[in-house]
């Protein structure tokens, strides 16, 4: 394991190998990372991602090291003197005291020119379009509650957002049927939809849209929502919430489920809004079990990567999912 930006890098072994590593490492403090420096660059705000990852990093022997955004990254300000060097100089300096990246940006294609100018692995830590150490962490949580040969039903209700993009691509690989349903305004692309499909081909999943929320979560195992608005879209807010009223997971949609159920959200919520207090703090909502597992699964991934001889014992050496099937 090299990098990881996207859930698509993966095939269907390598994520039962990093979800197996995990719940092997989740209480160890071996130090598979002694000596290692992982650099942090957050261009938004994070509590679960940051602290989560720190956490996992200095369990295992690692130092954090936190970059200051504006010194690394140019945002895309092409005005002389606004920023204060190149990436590509940025990404070589720190290239040259730290083992890895870990980032956070508004921009999917700020990380993959990380990536190209540095000569250390970069890991997302969230982009606009994809949140793979989140879809990780769900993942683990769902071989929890249903055991790691399950095929639960996972529906996603609301935005076709960043976390719903790399949930359904993980379960989509590990073979689950997948439901979305949200308004059709804010939905996936032509592209997104025959990338889905392939996938389901491909691992023997399902993908299924739905436009009715009551009717989707009828037949659910897990319901999961994120939050209508993401970050940086903030001013869409007026334009955008008007379409995801019915959209919201509340005590009447959840109870149409099956009793037996699950509540899922990456968090941070907004109680009230995509999901109420009685959805959230019911006895079958697991956001909290997701968010320790964020800690956990990073354990996984960082010791893959950045540990040769881990990543020489454990990775699977197997062909990733076809390039020609990848969409960013
Ligand atoms: N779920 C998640 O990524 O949370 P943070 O934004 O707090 O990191
Ligand atoms: N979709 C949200 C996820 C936050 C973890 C965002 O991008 O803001």
Known sequence: MNQLLTIGELNTKQIQ???TLSEEL???NEPLLHGVNVGFVFEKPSLRTKVGTEAAINQLGGNVI???PDLLLANGKAVPFTCRES???AMMNVSQWCDAVFARV???ATLEKMQQYGTIPVINALCNKHHPMQALADMLTIYGKFGSDNKAVITFIGDANNVAFSLTEIALILGHPVQFSGP???SWTNVQLQYFQLLAIQYGGEFIMIEDPYEAVRSSDVIYT???ISMGEEYLYEEKIKHFESYQVNGKLFSTAPKTTGFMHCLPAHRGIEVTDEVI???NSWVYNQAKNRMIVSKAVFALILNPSFKQEFWPESMPVSESITVQ
Do not use: A, G
Request: aromatic residues 12%; glycine residues 0%; charged residues 35%.
């Open 66 to 68: 936190e970059i200051d």
């Open 17 to 19: 190998t990093i979800l």
């Open 106 to 108: 508004y921009s999917h």
């Open 226 to 228: 994120d939050t209508f």
């Open 26 to 28: 989740s209480e160890s």
């Open 184 to 186: 059709t305004e804010y």
């Open 281 to 283: 703090d019911h006895p």
């Open 87 to 89: 990436l590509k100089d």
